[in-house]
């Protein structure tokens, strides 16, 4: 049950930001006792990976910080969020996930099953942070952009930690994501009612 959550935490993690449950699980790894890596998820904990996954989230903070260029990384980051969460919910829940010799018995001993559990949440917290960031750019006047992106950095490094030292709190994370969720989609029907009311006044 833990490493179900450890993946968890993990997964949706990688649906805000792709890299840095993977450079949690790479220097903890390496640096650390605090985890250990199933076979498959070894290459995680590579320096050469840990220094490519550094600049990339590097690129990715400046990116995100940016209004318009936001929404562009949001688009690109549709396919890496989930294959990342994928990859983390496996290796959290110690899994093997990378290496696959043999498709056929990959599939027939389920050991899928963890990446599509981990693509799926990575790709709803992503799906929530994409609609989130229009809504916080058009009330901000864009200046929310940073602000929220570095929210929800801080958000990623503490869940990452989280899932991997004291699992049990990710079950917290989750439910505040689906606070955080209804906010969303109250405040994007409020938005496009204010919108239609907007045009019908325009009209008379």
Known sequence: MLEVLTGAGLAASAGLNAYIPLLALGLLA?????????????????GWV????????????VADKVPVVDHVN???????????????????????TVTV???GQFFSSHQWVPIAVGMVMAFGVHGLKAAARPVINATTGGVGAPVA?????????????????????????LVALLGFAFWIVRRRRSRRRER??????SRL
Request: proline residues 5%.
């Open 30 to 46: 390496r640096y650390t006792d605090l985890i250990n890596l199933p076979a498959g998820s070894q290459w995680l904990a590579n």
């Open 50 to 61: 840990i220094a490519i996954l550094v600049v990339l989230l590097a690129v990715e903070v």
């Open 74 to 96: 949001d688009v690109l980051q549709t396919v890496v969020r989930p294959t990342a969460g994928g990859l983390a919910f496996g290796a959290g829940s110690a899994s093997e």
């Open 101 to 103: 010799t043999d498709p």
């Open 149 to 173: 992106s570095t929210a929800e950095d801080a958000t990623s490094v503490v869940m990452s930690l989280v899932a991997i030292v004291l699992p049990v709190l990710v079950l917290v994370f």
């Open 196 to 201: 239609q009311a907007a045009r019908a006044a």
